[in-house]
């Protein structure tokens, strides 16, 4: 029985591997972790993570085929292919503060695994690396090896957070790189044979190890690159009247250009975007290509403006002020379908909104009030290391509340800020809202998920990113 270990039980690790266990039932997979929450969280009802379909694949599989381990060191041992997906966070100290990925959990898992096998394996990349850490890791490996064999494969995720079951059951391609080398093409071929169970060999793309791993990083700049294109555009549109959704429209319509990522919004979120752009400018700068740099680290420039411009809309149309008054937060985590709440905008918005004084109550239905906590409390790129290495007890921010109801979170309120586009928000009764808000009673959506006409005959003074403005806006300074 060939035997799977994947090192790391996190957003990509967990699914990844389930769905291994579900399609190769004659596979064994075991998932490891030094967190023992998190572990004991996965061999229990609640996971740690919230993604659809999950949780029917786990309970299928739990105890046959996956297993979910802290012995490490073991599940290393006697598996024949060794998943490393570990978190590689942005370095805030030292050589590429600020940009660069700082692998210190890669190389500890690296030495780790040269350390306990008794075996020859194939080690293969799921984190998000910088190009050319494969090589980094192979020459740990090699030194270390006491005689042991390793071949190294780069087969990053290509995953979309509230979709990445169906992502996995059907994706538009896996991609596996290696070594040109006769050892190499053995190891690739004995992965595509893994993924072979379920997903037809034309999509399983085999390239040389450098080129997948820098296929990873541009797929989520060239992503991130169209919504900071369109989020500049939804600044043109208000300040020209135009409407950023029938523009997105009508150039999406063009089969070269096509619709997907064409939504206007307050800006991206998620584990990966930022962080890998930041490590493609630094990659770039390192290389000796330094307008290449520059050309990337304006898709986060855009995106950090955009944050800010909307902050600073809400702050002047309320009078220049939100000192002391109550604002909701509708949605915190970075996308609908997830409780991921790494970078997503909302926490800029939030800060922006308490540096101005405001009031804060925030209701999502998949993020806790502890979570919320710590995403307000923490330092830039504190996210990204494993949770035990995170600051334990975050102080509470005082001016904000979390409820788990919209109608609480709304009730005596200011203004309503949207900011995850979940699909209860546009069918609440707003009616009601309006009623219980103080009033002038503000809608900032942040997503253009509402009906901006209905909220106006309600009595709602509107703000959706990118459409022709609210004549009350308009007497109002966008920035102050």
């Known amino acids: 029985m060939v035997k799977i270990c994947c090192i790391g039980a996190g957003y990509v690790g967990g699914p990844t591997m389930a769905v291994i266990a579900l399609k190769c039932p004659e596979i064994e997979v075991a998932v490891v972790d030094i967190s023992v929450p998190r572990i004991d969280a996965w061999n229990s009802d609640q996971l740690p993570i919230y993604e659809p379909g999950l949780d029917d694949i786990v309970k299928q599989c ?5 297993f979910f381990s802290t012995d490490v060191e073991k599940h290393v041992r006697e598996a024949d292919i060794v998943f490393v997906s570990v978190n590689t966070p942005t370095k805030t100290t030292g050589l590429g503060a600020g940009k660069a990925a700082d692998l210190t959990y890669w190389e500890s898992a690296a030495r780790m695994i040269a350390d306990v096998s008794v075996s020859d394996k194939i080690v293969v990349e799921k984190s998000t690396v910088p190009v050319k850490t494969a090589e980094a890791i192979e020459k740990i490996l090699m030194h270390n090896s006491k005689g042991i064999k390793f071949q190294i494969l780069s087969n990053p995720e290509f995953l979309a957070e509230g979709t990445a079951i169906a992502d996995l059951f059907n994706p538009d391609r896996v991609l596996i790189g290696g070594r040109e080398t006769p050892e190499g093409f053995k190891a690739v071929q004995t992965l595509k044979e893994v993924y072979a169970n379920w997903v037809p060999e034309d999509q399983i793309i085999t390239t040389n190890l450098w080129s997948a791993e820098l296929s990873k990083l541009a797929a989520n700049a060239f992503l991130a690159q169209r919504i900071s294109s369109v989020n500049a555009m939804s600044a043109l549109c208000e300040s020209t009247g135009a409407d950023v959704t029938q523009v997105s429209y009508a150039v999406g319509t063009d089969s070269r250009i096509g619709s997907k990522f064409l939504n206007a919004s307050v800006g991206f979120g998620g584990s990966c975007f930022q962080k890998d752009i930041l490590n493609l400018v630094y990659i770039c700068q390192c290389n000796g290509l330094p307008e290449v740099a520059e050309y990337w680290k304006q898709v986060i420039k855009i995106n950090d403006y955009q944050k800010n411009r909307f902050v600073n809309r809400i ?28 970078e997503t905008p909302a926490i800029d918005v939030c800060k922006g909104l308490l540096g101005d004084k405001a009031q804060i109550s925030i209701y999502d239905p998949q993020v806790t009030e502890e979570q919320i906590q710590r995403d307000l409390s923490m330092k830039k790129f504190d996210w990204d290391h494993p949770l035990h290495l995170q600051p334990m007890s975050p102080t509470t921010v005082k001016q904000v509340s979390v409820t788990w109801d919209a109608y609480a979170a709304t009730k005596d309120a200011h203004a309503v800020c949207i900011l995850t586009e979940w699909d209860e928000f546009k069918s609440l009764d707003y009616q009601k809202i309006f009623d219980n808000m103080q009033k002038p009673a503000f809608i900032f959506d942040g997503r253009n998920i509402m009906n901006v006409n209905k909220l106006r005959e309600i009595g709602f003074i509107v703000y959706s990113i990118g459409k022709p403005l609210d004549p009350w806006l308009k007497d109002m300074p966008a920035f102050v």
């Open 62 to 66: 739990r105890g046959k085929n996956l």
């Open 315 to 342: 702050v002047s149309s309320m009078f220049n002020t939100v000192s002391n008054k109550k604002v909701a937060i509708l949605g915190f985590a970075f996308k609908k379908d997830t409780g991921d709440t790494r």
